[in-house]
């Protein structure tokens, strides 16, 4: 057992050197980094405040659209607050104001002067959002009387970014251009079918950003409805109430407690974090496999495998291996696990309006069993494959020849990530069931439907059946990596090790 | 011609290192080694000899229990497997290979804390041995930065960090330029000198010759010869090399006589071309009866060498194309 160790620790003293062991510590937690922060930052950042221009000649519906825009950006100001005041309220912080309450009572400021006497003194000061769109004013020289095409022409150049207008004496660039026509009233399409005008004209070269064509399409169609309904001699009053009305419609989730069947975030979370889990095992069950196949071949083409076995017996040649390099693959899943963490706790304590999502996930990982199965399944994983890798690496003398053989594992192995998806969809169901049973993927399988409590036949039976597995496959492997690994020449037959397994 | 007596180890006192009896390893329906036996005294420089394919390496597997022999037995250190002493025995593969990527020192102390060196004694070890051999400036660079023969000293160097009581070098020569040979040597012989037990294969005779106490021919596995140098240049027929001008007819009549053959002819010289020509002398015949003959008979002689079989002439002897098996026991 000591020559196993020693045999353990130079590999994993060697492999922790490597290149790639590093890269892999910092790739995946780099990737998991930017995965949470991207979006962000893409969000906060990626997409600076878009300027418009609003020239409405029918003096119809000019200030709903302000109004809606002013609003939209009202519930962000109000969501960053709720979420400034729930993470260093302290003490007075009482019932959070619903939208309407906050824009009612004053906004920002009121809400900001009601808070400050009772804010936790590490608070920093309230960083009111930025606004995704901004009016501005109307670049001096455009007459706004202008018939709509010479109007427009006017524009573009601003709109293409040739000319710059001004906002509180700094240049800026023009994003957008609304340009209400003056017979927009008659403009209106009342059946389907006619020819279809051109109506309200929406100026931009970007068109992925359709936010703000949306919001000016539905605050206008209702304020024209709204008058349609004033125009039929419906109360307004009325016509606002009916404009409430709705049914909502709720998820909820048979599995669930009675009472608390309703599906939230988390649960959404909660059916894909698996998923995420089968990456993570994949991925480091696939680079250690890698590392401990090229790590075999090296000895064995070196010939320094002779040496080797004039100290330890190939039994403790092979254990100090699988030792060695299982705890490599933990090393670099312990980190990526630990950066995962750090991640979600530092978004969820920090930064305004990410906690939304990422407490979720946090409080998924840690109350759910997914971590202590994502254990169990990667060090089964790995002696599986690992068995597989030893005996293929034992018989071949180069590199080159065992990458042909490892196509057919790497092959093996697609199935788990080619059915990622499926699974999570119908995680009890024949095929994620059938799958389970095959030892080779039931670490993958089994990892995909933790979430979906499986029958505990499918969870203790297919475990014992990996160990068994496992078991076997490291004793044939002993047998094949003995005779094996003194060999030279051709690789032998498949009949030739099934003779080896008999000595 | 008369055989060549070939004598048996004689038994030496205390426990031998190495004890191979009967030893035969069948691969499928090969016999690469084919009942071999011998002894290994104490303290002894052992040469292993034989041509590609002998069963050289074979034999050294087996004695290292990296494989198991087909039959017989061998006791290593007084034990009956070596993995039991494993760490009181060194060797170098015939095949050279080290770790890339690791550094000089850090093989040569890995392999020493396989042998149950402490970390740090292999540590200190491989400084001192990477200092005392030259190699000083390469201890904390990466193997693959050595040159071939230098590879082949830290190889060297790491199987016998452990100061083993028995060395086991396969082909310990090969690849390496004339110093680097003699630096080999020098090793081998300083620890033959702190009556450390070395067992080496090698092709090239004059190592053997050189270096070794014993040898054991081996060919087709199956002994051919084991004993002393010149107990094994004893196995070739004594010669005599003599040149003149002289007609030597008379010579091949002597008793002591088994051949005379002519050799090319040497110097020119102020009369002209002188013959030479090779005796060989019948088993244990004096060469001075040669020198008297011709005395007697007035063959002038220019000169009349006697010379010894090199090991290389025993060698092509006993395992050439026309090799005879001698009696092995």
């Known amino acids: 057992m000591r020559f196993a160790l020693l045999v353990a620790w130079r590999e994993y003293a060697e492999n922790a050197k490597t290149k790639g062991f590093w890269l892999g510590i910092l790739l995946v937690p780099v990737i998991i980094f930017f995965s949470v922060q991207v979006p962000l930052w893409l969000e906060m950042k990626g997409t600076p405040t878009r300027y418009f221009v609003l020239v409405d000649q029918s003096g119809l519906v000019g200030p709903v659209i302000t109004a809606r825009v002013e609003r939209d950006y009202q519930r962000e100001v109000w969501r960053a607050l709720k979420e400034y005041a729930r993470k260093y309220g302290g003490s007075n912080t009482g019932e959070a104001p619903s939208l309407d309450q906050f824009i009612n009572q004053g906004g920002q400021d009121a809400w900001l002067a009601e808070l400050t006497p009772g804010l936790r003194p590490d608070a920093p000061p309230f960083k009111a959002p930025r606004r995704a769109f901004e009016l501005v004013a109307l670049p001096s020289g455009v007459n706004p009387e202008a018939q709509l095409p010479a109007l427009a022409q006017e524009l573009k150049p601003y709109l293409r970014g040739e000319s710059h207008t001004e906002l509180h004496g700094q240049d800026i660039a023009l994003n957008v251009a609304i340009l209400v026509p003056r017979d927009l009233a008659k403009q209106i399409v009342r059946s389907p079918g006619a020819t279809t005008p051109t109506g309200i004209e929406y100026w931009s070269d970007n068109l992925a950003d359709s936010r703000l064509r949306e919001a000016v399409e539905e605050t206008v169609n209702t304020e024209i409805r709204r008058r349609e309904y004033l125009a039929r001699g419906l109360d307004a009053a009325a016509v606002r109430a009916v404009e409430q009305t709705h049914v909502p419609v709720s998820s909820l989730n048979p599995r669930k407690e009675s009472g608390r069947e309703a599906v939230g975030a988390a649960d959404i979370i909660k059916q894909w974090a698996p998923s995420a889990f089968v990456y993570l095992l994949w991925v480091a069950i696939f680079a250690i496999a890698q590392m401990l196949l090229s790590n075999i071949i090296e000895e064995k083409s070196n010939r320094i495998i002779e040496v080797l076995l004039s100290s330890v017996t190939p039994g403790e040649l092979m254990l100090g291996k699988l030792l060695g390099i299982a705890a490599v693959g933990l090393t670099m899943v312990g980190a990526w696990i630990l950066t995962l963490f750090a991640v979600l706790g530092w978004k969820t304590a920090g930064a305004v309006g990410t906690a939304v999502v990422t407490g979720p996930i946090l409080d998924v990982l840690q109350s759910s069993r997914l971590l202590p199965m994502f254990g169990v399944y990667f060090v089964l994983g790995y002696l599986l494959y690992a068995a597989c890798i030893l005996a293929l690496g034992s018989v071949c003398n180069t590199l080159k020849e065992a990458q042909s053989y490892m196509a057919v594992i790497t092959m093996i192995m697609m199935v788990p990530l080619l059915t990622l998806t499926f699974i999570p969809k119908d995680p009890n169901g024949l095929l994620a069931r059938v799958l389970s049973w095959i030892p080779l993927y039931t670490p993958f399988i089994m990892m995909n439907r933790a979430m979906a409590d499986p029958p505990w036949i499918d969870l203790i039976g297919t475990l014992l059946l990996l160990l068994a597995a496992v078991a076997g496959a490291l004793w044939m492997a002993g047998k094949v990596f003995r005779i094996g690994i003194l060999r030279t020449g051709q690789p032998p037959k498949l009949l030739e090790m099934l003779r080896w397994l008999r000595r | ?329």
């Open chain 2, 1 to 329: 011609m008369a055989g060549p007596q070939l004598v048996n180890a004689k038994a030496t006192t205390g426990a031998a290192p190495l004890e191979v009896r009967g030893v035969t390893k069948l691969f499928g329906g090969f016999r690469a080694v084919d009942d071999v036996s011998f002894q290994l005294p104490a303290g002894a420089i052992y040469g292993f000899l034989g041509p590609n394919g002998a069963g050289k390496t074979t034999t050294i597997r087996m004695i290292l229990e990296i494989i198991k022999p087909t039959s017989g037995s061998i006791t290593v250190l007084g034990a009956s497997s070596a993995l039991q002493v494993r760490q009181r025995i060194g060797y170098l593969p015939e095949e050279k290979g080290l770790y890339k990527k690791m550094k000089n020192w850090a093989v040569i102390a890995y392999f020493a804390t396989l042998k149950g060196l402490s970390r740090a004694a292999a540590k200190r070890r491989a400084f001192e041995l990477l200092e005392r051999y030259g190699l000083k400036d390469f201890a904390t660079k990466p193997t693959e930065a050595l040159s071939k023969g230098m590879g082949q000293k830290v190889q060297m160097l790491a199987s016998i960090a452990h100061d083993p009581e028995f060395v086991i070098l396969d082909e310990p020569f090969s690849g390496l330029d004339p110093v680097n040979q003699q630096v080999m040597e020098d090793i081998i012989r300083d620890m033959a000198g702190r009556g450390r037990t070395i067992l080496f294969s090698t092709h090239v005779m004059q190592h053997a010759e050189r270096l070794c106490d014993r040898i054991l021919l081996l060919a087709k596995g199956r002994k051919i010869f084991d004993g002393t140098v010149a107990e094994a240049q004893r196995t070739l027929p004594r010669r005599v090399r003599i040149e003149t001008a002289d007609n030597i007819a008379p010579l091949t009549e002597l008793p002591e006589v088994a051949a005379v053959r002519p050799l090319p002819p040497t110097s020119d010289d102020r009369e002209g071309p002188v013959a030479a020509w090779e005796v060989e002398l019948r088993g244990a015949a004096d060469p001075q009866a040669v020198l008297q003959a011709c005395f007697v008979r007035g063959i002038r002689l220019r000169s009349f060498n006697q010379s010894e079989p090199t090991l290389h002439e025993v060698f092509m002897r006993l395992v050439g194309p026309e090799a005879r098996e001698v009696a092995a026991r």
